[in-house]
């Protein structure tokens, strides 16, 4: 298939330069400043509302003097209250022509491109991610858009004609929708992913209600603006604010939901998948965290494995569900290879996120500020080395924000719990291994099962670790990402084992078949 890269910071790149998306950016972070801090609401039934519960303040990981707003704490009544609105326009939504659904898609994809700049802003005032990979957050939610548009066009509807076994017998199968899907977001992708599994829903004819994490609920509120704004009958999105044990629980224990989509962690993900179906049977799809190992064989380029380690594991704080979080280096070249990845991280700018020059913004919170001081405190309890990092960042304007260090530790047992529970910060556990074997058994000793990465310029090893890798989205030799950097329509992202319930993946061929159930049509004439 030919594939054309739509991303905005590639094709400014090869038009010449990024100067136009630094001063595009620029122009709406300032434009910016005055929108912000706002009181934000539901959208329920497509109205605005209020909601009687308290406003909590939402304020930037960069800097808790900045206000993002404040946003209404839903509760369980106005969760349902916007269950029954999606319920009640499921009946119309579905019997509107997949076509119509299609161009919806294609619309709001033109005002996702139409107000690009203000989303990037947005995120990275939220949840502290910089322009660049704002632009590719961004961009990912239009392609979703694009593509299951697409992927309907291509499909039929997905109505497909069979065979017929006896005269007279015409046979087709039509994937069909479910009803009322509620979409569970995370914050790391709040555009990207907020989008992809809202617009999947509603494509193949569900309706939804979408809660976004209270880490992003301006993204997640953007997301349906872009929705509302390319023109959808009333109640088919619904928005609800409000935290994950309130409004998300909610909606995990109505019977008015027929079926989930969830990314985030895998906690969260299981209980929703056995909460959701102790009642009845219904469609869980859940997407979920992630360990993610690069293995290193000294038959590698180490120019490229440096590179491909240091983006995957430090590119957004390490917050990427596909982050580098374990690396394995075969003995020969551990010493040269993390002498090297030392020399690359000094240079890095860890800093404000809306800055040109920073790489790597805050974590998203104050427990992700936790998480990563207690995963220091218990490596060094634990005999580990810090070769890089291992503290918070206090200097300046920064002692308002949650910065931290990117961190490398090694001298850890193979065993270590830091190289089993997901952190989600910019935290890499370092061990080593003799032959690819030993390296697969320990990148394959998890719970998890969602990105790996290797570098071998040797074409035997690279088949070894692509038929042993438990993982659904594998690389070799990737210098962008060693184990990041998914695009739609090119590597579909799909979890393995505990990183995901239903073994396809978004931005693939075949996850729009799960917001839908196969009825088999027979008519006999004559
Ligand atoms: P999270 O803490 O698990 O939260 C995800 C969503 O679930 C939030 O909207 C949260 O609401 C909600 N929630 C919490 N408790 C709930 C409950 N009892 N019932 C229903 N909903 C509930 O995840 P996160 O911190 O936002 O995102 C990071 C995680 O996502 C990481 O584990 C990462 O690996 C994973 N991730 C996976 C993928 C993938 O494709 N596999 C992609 C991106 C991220 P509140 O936060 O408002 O309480
Ligand atoms: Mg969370």
């Known amino acids: 298939m030919s594939f054309e890269n739509k991303n905005t910071w590639f094709r400014a790149l090869q038009a010449g330069g990024l100067d136009p998306l630094h001063a595009a950016f620029e122009a709406a972070w300032r434009e ?28 930037s990981p960069s800097d808790a003097r900045m206000l993002v707003g404040r946003f209404v704490q839903g509760t369980k009544d106005e969760a349902l209250a ?6 009640a326009a499921a009946p119309a939504w579905r019997a509107t022509p997949w076509q119509e659904r299609a161009d919806l898609l294609d619309r709001v994809a033109d005002v996702m491109t139409r107000r690009f700049w203000e989303l990037c802003c947005a995120m990275t005032l939220e949840n502290g991610k910089n322009r660049f990979e704002a632009s590719i ?82 993204c997640g509120e953007l997301v349906y603006e872009c929705i509302a704004e390319a023109g959808v009958p009333a109640g088919v999105i619904n928005l609800v604010h409000g935290s994950g044990s309130v409004v998300g629980q909610a909606l995990v224990d109505s019977d008015d939901v027929d079926g989930f989509v969830f990314t985030g962690s895998v ?48 590119g957004f704080s390490g917050q990427k569900c596909s982050a580098c979080s374990r690396l394995y280096l075969q003995q020969d070249i551990a010493e040269d290879f993390l002498a090297r990845l030392v020399r690359r991280m000094q240079g890095v700018v860890v800093g404000q996120p809306a800055l040109k020059d920073t790489f790597m913004g805050p974590v998203v919170n104050a427990r992700a500020l936790k998480t990563y001081l207690d995963a220091v405190a218990l490596a060094r309890r634990d005999g580990g080395r810090f070769i890089a990092g291992g503290e918070q960042i206090l200097t300046g304007d920064l002692a308002h924000g949650y910065f931290v260090q990117p961190a490398v530790v090694t001298g850890l047992p193979a065993s270590h719990e830091l190289f089993r529970r997901e952190l989600f910060v910019p935290f890499v556990a370092v061990d080593t291994f003799a032959t690819l074997d030993e390296a697969l058994r320990k990148a394959n000793d998890v719970e998890f099962g969602l990105t790996a990465g290797v570098f071998t310029e040797d074409t035997a090893e690279r088949d070894f670790f692509f038929s042993h890798i438990e993982a659904g989205v594998t690389y070799c030799n990737r210098r962008r990402g060693g184990s990041t950097g998914a695009v739609v329509d090119a590597q579909t992202f799909v979890g393995w084992k505990n990183s995901g319930t239903t073994g396809r993946g ?5 996850y729009l078949q799960q917001f839908m159930r196969e009825q088999s049509r027979t008519i006999v004439t004559g």
């Open 32 to 59: 910016q400043q005055g929108s912000i801090g706002k009181d934000h609401g539901h959208y329920i039934n497509g109205k605005a509302k209020a909601g009687g519960g308290v406003y909590s303040a939402k304020t």
């Open 82 to 87: 916007a269950v029954a609105a999606a319920k």
């Open 137 to 218: 957050d961004v961009d990912e939610g239009i392609d979703f858009c694009r593509s299951y548009a697409a992927q309907m066009r291509e499909h039929n509807g997905f109505v497909t004609s069979m065979g017929s076994p006896f005269p007279g017998e015409a046979n087709e199968t039509r994937f069909l929708p479910y009803g009322v899907f509620a979409v569970i977001a995370p914050f790391n992708f709040p555009i990207a992913i907020t989008a992809g599994m809202t617009v999947g829903a509603l494509v193949t004819g569900n309706t939804v209600v979408l809660k976004p994490t209270q880490d992003t609920p301006l």
């Open 267 to 314: 906690g969260v993900g299981l209980q929703i998948l056995h909460t959701a179906q102790r009642r009845c049977a219904k469609p869980v799809i859940a997407e979920m965290g992630g360990k993610n190992p690069i293995v290193v064989s000294a038959k590698a380029d180490l120019d490229k494995a440096v590179d491909g380690v240091f983006n995957a594991a430090f």
């Open 506 to 510: 978004a931005g693939g061929r075949n």
